[in-house]
């Protein structure tokens, strides 16, 4: 079993930062990539940033780039996500996304974390 805990959404007003945080755990044996996601009220769910495990390459939605920043440590299985000059458009439901082998079995999959709301408005 893998579980993907998230942390740090909350409510933040325009031009404000915040960071998120998403732990995975369990059985795992390597992953080759995290990321967030966002979907926001009747909008499909998006790529916000991912992250390559090994080697560390980004790519980010062009809507957030030069305000976000992605990061990982590897050796705790986490990645953030740090969010600065926010703006209304950025609120929604905040998805953290890992692709990797599970122990167990082998076999590769994509877990998805709960979700943690981020709401930018004064």
């Known amino acids: 079993q893998v579980q993907l805990d998230e942390s740090g959404g909350g409510l933040v007003q325009p031009g404000g930062s915040l960071r998120l945080s998403c732990g995975a755990s369990?059985?795992?044996?390597?992953?080759?990539?995290m990321g967030w996601y966002r979907q926001a009220p009747g909008k499909e769910r998006e790529l916000v940033a991912g992250?390559?495990?090994?080697?560390?390459?980004?790519n980010y939605a062009d809507s957030v780039k030069g305000r976000f920043t992605i990061s990982r440590d590897n050796a705790k299985n986490t990645v953030y996500l740090q969010m600065n000059s926010l703006k209304p458009e950025d609120t929604a439901v905040y998805y953290c996304?890992?692709?990797?082998?599970?122990?167990?079995?082998?076999?590769?999959?994509?877990?998805w974390g709960q979700g943690t709301q981020v709401t930018v408005s004064s």
């Open positions: 996304n890992a692709n990797l082998r599970t122990a167990r079995t082998g076999r590769t999959f994509d877990y």
């Open positions: 369990g059985s795992i044996f390597s992953i080759n990539t």
């Open positions: 992250i390559v495990t090994t080697g560390g390459s980004t």
